[in-house]
């Protein structure tokens, strides 16, 4: 390992002929990038993050599904978590993680296009809600999980599955790994 690490030059890059794994630096000898090497491959979200983050969206919503209360259960997510982040990264780490986990839940849902951060709110996505109307809720809630999926996906990426969630951990003790399961009434089931 102590070799691979001498062989990254001033740029970071490796020099040709040494490929680290996964990365995106592997070229082929014609100079181009892989065609089966996919940006969004680079976050990567875990079924049980997806389902962990669907249960906050519901719990956040009230049980609803329409895409107003989808919204609203995204955007105060995000604010509730920022809250905890800001200690970390900072005001403008905040805008630039949920800025990168809205610009990864558009790829999966163009349809999100007009979603932006907006500069002068504390966290509001402006365009979220008129990007929802109009869809059915299985793709509303979908888009909706992605956003905040995306989000947590950054931060278990960048930090670990024990720090990146201890944010989630502090605003929902209730979905704690030493919590006990939900009931069906909390869980609107």
Same mark, same amino acid.
């Given at each position: 390992?102590?070799?691979?690490?001498?062989?990254?030059?001033?740029?970071?890059?490796?020099?040709?002929?040494?490929?680290?794994?996964?990365?995106?630096?592997?070229?082929?000898?014609?100079?181009?990038?892989?065609?089966?090497?996919?940006?969004?491959?680079?976050?990567?979200?875990?079924?049980?993050?997806?389902?962990?983050?669907?249960?906050?969206?519901?719990?956040?919503?009230?049980?609803?599904?329409?895409?107003?209360?989808? *919204?609203? %259960?995204?955007?105060?997510?995000?604010?509730? $978590?920022?809250?905890? /982040?800001?200690? @970390? +990264?900072?005001?403008? =780490?905040?805008?630039?993680?949920?800025?990168?986990?809205?610009?990864?839940?558009?790829?999966?849902?163009?349809?999100?296009?007009?979603?932006?951060?907006?500069?002068?709110?504390?966290?509001?996505?402006?365009?979220?809600?008129?990007?929802?109307?109009?869809?059915?809720? *299985?793709? %509303?809630?979908?888009?909706?999980?992605?956003? $905040?999926?995306?989000? /947590?996906?950054? @931060? +278990?990426?960048?930090? =670990?599955?024990?720090?990146?969630?201890?944010?989630?951990?502090?605003?929902?003790?209730?979905?704690?790994?030493?919590?006990?399961?939900?009931?069906?009434?909390?869980?609107?089931?």
């Amino acid at each position: 390992m102590g070799s691979n690490i001498k062989a990254i030059d001033a740029r970071g890059a490796a020099p040709r002929g040494i490929h680290w794994p996964g990365s995106c630096s592997q070229v082929h000898r014609s100079g181009s990038t892989p065609h089966a090497f996919k940006r969004s491959a680079l976050i990567q979200r875990s079924p049980a993050l997806d389902e962990l983050v669907r249960r906050l969206v519901r719990q956040e919503a009230g049980g609803s599904a329409d895409p107003e209360s989808l *919204a609203a %259960a995204v955007e105060g997510a995000c604010r509730k $978590l920022s809250g905890e /982040l800001e200690t @970390l +990264v900072g005001r403008d =780490g905040v805008a630039a993680l949920i800025g990168r986990a809205v610009n990864l839940a558009k790829r999966e849902f163009p349809f999100l296009g007009a979603v932006r951060l907006e500069p002068d709110a504390p966290v509001a996505l402006g365009g979220l809600r008129e990007s929802l109307q109009g869809r059915d809720r *299985a793709e %509303a809630e979908a888009a909706s999980v992605a956003l $905040l999926a995306n989000l /947590l996906g950054v @931060l +278990v990426n960048l930090l =670990g599955e024990e720090l990146g969630l201890r944010p989630v951990w502090n605003v929902w003790p209730s979905e704690s790994p030493g919590a006990a399961p939900p009931t069906s009434r909390e869980t609107g089931e």
